[in-house]
C-alpha cells in the first residue's frame, strides 16, 4: 500500500494544491506552489511509512500551510481530508492528521499573535482595520477549532479545560460547554495508574514540549474511552509554560480488538482455558514473588484418551476435553489458582498459595473423582479417569523449570504405578530413576570399554556333590557406582536392546571359559548361560550360537541355555522354531525360577525344554524340622512334575546342608548356591577342577 501512496505522490500534490487554491487567494506560482505542497506530501508520506510516528515532522506540515497563506479554516478542512483519503490503511493516520492540525493550529496562532502584535504598533489611524483584522482571524480559528474532525483541548497549567471542541465532547457523550473550567482528572478512569500523570506533570514544569500517550477517560455513563493523546506545551512571551494543547484519537475500537487478540494468543481456543503461554508467564510470577511463597502443581492428564480418539473420532474427543475442561474449571477455580490446557489431554492447575501438600493431595483427590463421572458426548456415555502429578514447594528452593519438570516426571509416576491415582514428587525416588537412566545410557559404551565381566557359580550333583556346570553371571564394574549385580541393568539392557550384542558377548566368554576348564581339568562342565526373551526373538539367534561355539571350540552338548518362565512361555512361532533349531544343534534348554510364573503345565510338555531350575523362594523354606511345610510340599511336586516329564531339576539359592540334604531327598538332581559357593571369576572354578 505504501508504494501505491508513493506512485500518485504527484497527483495528490496536485489535487492538493489546487484544493488550497479553492480556500484562499495565494499570489503565488503554481510551479512553485506545486513544490512546496510536493515537499509537503513527502513528509507526509515519509510519516506513514516510519515505524513510529514523530509528530514535530509532521506538525512542519501544519505549519507550512500557513506560510503558504492558506489559513482559512477550509484549508485545514480539506487538508485533512485529503491526508485521510492518501494515507487511508496507515497505522500512523491519526495520529498524522492530530500532528497537522496540530502545527496549523500553533501556526496560525504564532500568525494571529504576530499580527496582533503589529496591530499593536499600527498607527492610530488603522486601529480599526486593524481591529477588525484581528476579529476576522480569530472568527477563522474559533470556525477551525470548532469544526476540527479530531478532539482537541485546551487546558492551564492546572489541568482546567479552557476550551473544548465539539469532536472532544462527543468522544464523551458530553456538550462542550458541560466541560468549561471543569478539570480534565474528572474524566480520566479511575483504574488508570498514577505514574501516567507523569508525563502531564514534566509538561507543565517545562521539562518537555510534547508527548503521545495511550489514555483512558471515562465517558458520561461510565464505561471506558481508549485514546490516544497528543499533548503539546504554549508558552508565554517569558517562554514560561501557559497552555496545554491535547489532540484526542478514539482508539477504543482498536484497543478492544488488540485485548481479544491477546485473550487468543494465551487462551486454548478448544476449551477456553488458559494455555501453556499463559500458564507459564503466571508460573515464572509466582516464582519471583516474595521467598516465603509456597507453590503447588497438580499436572494431569486422562488415561486412555488416545483410544477413544481413534475408536470414536476426534470430534467425540474434543467434547470430551470441553466437557472435562468445563467440570475442572468448576471444581478449581479461586483466586490465586489458574487452570490451563498444556495440550492434547493434558491439564495442569497452578496453586500460588499453598498451605503445604494435603492441600494438594486433597485437591488431586477432587480432581479424580470429578474426572471419573461418566460423560455423555455424541450419544456415548463415557467413562475415563486421570493420573494425576503433585508438586509442592517453597519458591526459593526450586525455579519454574525444575517444578514443571518435576510435575512431569511425577505424572508419568501415577501413569506406571496403574493410573487413576496421584503421585507425590519424591526426591529418592527420583534419584534412583535419574540414576537408572544414567546406567541405561552408559550401557553402550561401558559395553565397549569392556566394564562388563563374568562370574560362574558352580552346579553340583546333589548325590555326590561332584561338579556338573557353571552358571555365568554377568556383572558390571562401574567407574561412578562401582560392581554392579544384574538385577541393577539386565532390565535396562532388555528395555533399550542392549541384550542382544550383551548377550552375545558373555555367551562368547562363558564358552571361551568352559573350553579353558577344559583343558585344565581334562572334563568339559556345563556352562549356563541366561538368554533373555529378546534375544530369542532375535532372527539370527540360531546362527549367532552356532559361530560362538564354533569359535570357541565347545561342543553343543557342554551348553545350557536358561530362560525364564515368564519369557519360554510366551514364546511362540519363530522364536519357538530357534529353541528347537538350537535343540537340534545339541544345546540344552532350561526353564530358569521355575514355580514362580504362571505356567501352562499342558503346554509345558510340547515345550524344547531338558531341565527345570526351581526359584531360590521355594529352597529359602525348606527346613529339617519343618518336613512337611507348604515349601517342602510345592518342591516335592515341582520335583515330581519334572520327572514325569523327563526333566533334570536343578535348585537354585541353596545356603544350608539341611536344604540340600532335604532336596535330595525329594529327588532333586542338582543344586547350586552358597552352600557350595558364591559366584566368581573363573579362577576358582579352576579349584574346582584341580
Known amino acids: 500500500m505504501a508504494g501505491a501512496r508513493r506512485s500518485g505522490r504527484d497527483a495528490f500534490a496536485a489535487a492538493w494544491a489546487a484544493a488550497l487554491s479553492d480556500t484562499a487567494f495565494v499570489a503565488t506560482e503554481r510551479a512553485v506552489l506545486l513544490e512546496r505542497v510536493g515537499e509537503l506530501t513527502d513528509i507526509l508520506l515519509t510519516a506513514a511509512d516510519a515505524a513510529e510516528l514523530t509528530p514535530a515532522d509532521v506538525e512542519r506540515v501544519g505549519a507550512e500551510v500557513v506560510k503558504l497563506r492558506f489559513i482559512a479554516p477550509e484549508a485545514i478542512a480539506v487538508t485533512l481530508r485529503m491526508v485521510g483519503d492518501l494515507l487511508a490503511g496507515s497505522s500512523h493516520l491519526a495520529g498524522i492528521q492530530a500532528a497537522v492540525a496540530s502545527g496549523f493550529v500553533r501556526a496560525v496562532q504564532e500568525w494571529i499573535f504576530r499580527e496582533q502584535e503589529a496591530l499593536r504598533h499600527s498607527a492610530l489611524d488603522a486601529r480599526d482595520r486593524a481591529e477588525a483584522a484581528r476579529r476576522q482571524s480569530e472568527a477563522r480559528f474559533r470556525a477551525m477549532f470548532s469544526d476540527a474532525a479530531i478532539g482537541i483541548g485546551i487546558t492551564d497549567t492546572q489541568g482546567r479545560l479552557l476550551e473544548v471542541n465539539s ?9 462542550p460547554e458541560q466541560m468549561h473550567d471543569r478539570n480534565l482528572v474528572e474524566y480520566l478512569h479511575s483504574d488508570d495508574p498514577p505514574e501516567l500523570r507523569r508525563f502531564f506533570n514534566e509538561m507543565v514544569a517545562g521539562q518537555r514540549d510534547h508527548y503521545r500517550i495511550e489514555r483512558r477517560f471515562r465517558k458520561r455513563d461510565g464505561s471506558p474511552l481508549w485514546t490516544n493523546v497528543t499533548v503539546s506545551l504554549v508558552r508565554d512571551e517569558n517562554g514560561a509554560p501557559q497552555l496545554l494543547v491535547g489532540m484526542v484519537e478514539d482508539n477504543t475500537e482498536r484497543h478492544v480488538l488488540s485485548e481479544k487478540l491477546r485473550h487468543q494468543a494465551n487462551h486454548d481456543p478448544l476449551t477456553g482455558l488458559g494455555n501453556r503461554a499463559l500458564f ?8 519471583a514473588a516474595s521467598n516465603g511463597r509456597r507453590i503447588g502443581l497438580c499436572y494431569l492428564d486422562l488415561d486412555g484418551f488416545k483410544a477413544i480418539n481413534d475408536t470414536l473420532g476426534h470430534v467425540v474427543g474434543d467434547q470430551l476435553l470441553v466437557e472435562v475442561a468445563a467440570r475442572l474449571h468448576k471444581l ?16 495442569v492447575v497452578l496453586v500460588e498459595h499453598t498451605d503445604g501438600l494435603p492441600e494438594l493431595t486433597a485437591l488431586a483427590e477432587r480432581i479424580l473423582a470429578c474426572v471419573a463421572e461418566p460423560v455423555h458426548v455424541g450419544g456415548h456415555r463415557l467413562t475415563v479417569s486421570a493420573s494425576v502429578g503433585i ?10 523449570a525444575d517444578a514443571m519438570r518435576d510435575a512431569d516426571v511425577t505424572l508419568h509416576w501415577a501413569k506406571v504405578d496403574g493410573k487413576n491415582r496421584w503421585a507425590c514428587f519424591d526426591p529418592e525416588r527420583n534419584a534412583r530413576e535419574i540414576a537408572r537412566i544414567t546406567l541405561s545410557a552408559a550401557m553402550p559404551a561401558a559395553l565397549e570399554r569392556e566394564e562388563f565381566y563374568v562370574d560362574y557359580q558352580p552346579i553340583v550333583r546333589l548325590s555326590d556333590g561332584a561338579l556338573l556346570g557353571v552358571e555365568a553371571l554377568v556383572r558390571w564394574a562401574h567407574p561412578e557406582f562401582g560392581r554392579l549385580g544384574p538385577d541393577r541393568f539386565i532390565g535396562l539392557a532388555e528395555e533399550t536392546g542392549l541384550i542382544v550384542p550383551l548377550g552375545s558377548w558373555v555367551l562368547a566368554q562363558a564358552c571361551a571359559e568352559a573350553v579353558a576348564w577344559a583343558r585344565l581339568g581334562g572334563i568339559e562342565p556345563m556352562v549356563s548361560v541366561n538368554l533373555a526373551a529378546r534375544q530369542v526373538a532375535e532372527p539370527g539367534l540360531v546362527e549367532e550360537v552356532a559361530r560362538v561355539l564354533q569359535m570357541a571350540g565347545l561342543a553343543p552338548t557342554s551348553l545350557l541355555l536358561e530362560l525364564t518362565e515368564s519369557a519360554i512361555m510366551s514364546t511362540t512361532g519363530e522364536p519357538l522354531g530357534a529353541l528347537r533349531k538350537l535343540v537340534d544343534l545339541g544345546i540344552r534348554i532350561a526353564i530358569d525360577d521355575f514355580g514362580t510364573g504362571y505356567s501352562n503345565l499342558a503346554y509345558l510338555r510340547h515345550l524344547p525344554v531338558h531341565a527345570l531350575k526351581i526359584a531360590g523362594s521355594f529352597v ?3 527346613r529339617a524340622d519343618e518336613p512337611d511345610s507348604v515349601d517342602a510340599q510345592i518342591v516335592t511336586a515341582l520335583v515330581s512334575l519334572a520327572h514325569t516329564l523327563k526333566l533334570d531339576v536343578i535348585a537354585e539359592g541353596v545356603e544350608t546342608r539341611d536344604q540340600a540334604e532335604r532336596l535330595r531327598a525329594i529327588g532333586c538332581d542338582s543344586a547350586q548356591g552358597w552352600l557350595y559357593a558364591k559366584p566368581g571369576p573363573p579362577e576358582e572354578i579352576n579349584d574346582w577342577l584341580t
Open 332 to 347: 478449581v477455580s479461586a483466586p490465586g489458582r489458574l487452570l490451563a490446557r498444556m495440550g492434547g489431554d493434558e491439564f
Open 620 to 622: 529359602e523354606g525348606l
Open 280 to 287: 507459564t508467564e503466571r508460573l515464572h510470577a509466582a516464582f
Open 167 to 175: 469532536a472532544m465532547a462527543g468522544m464523551l457523550d458530553l456538550r
Open 391 to 400: 508438586v509442592e514447594r517453597p519458591v526459593s528452593t526450586s525455579t519454574p
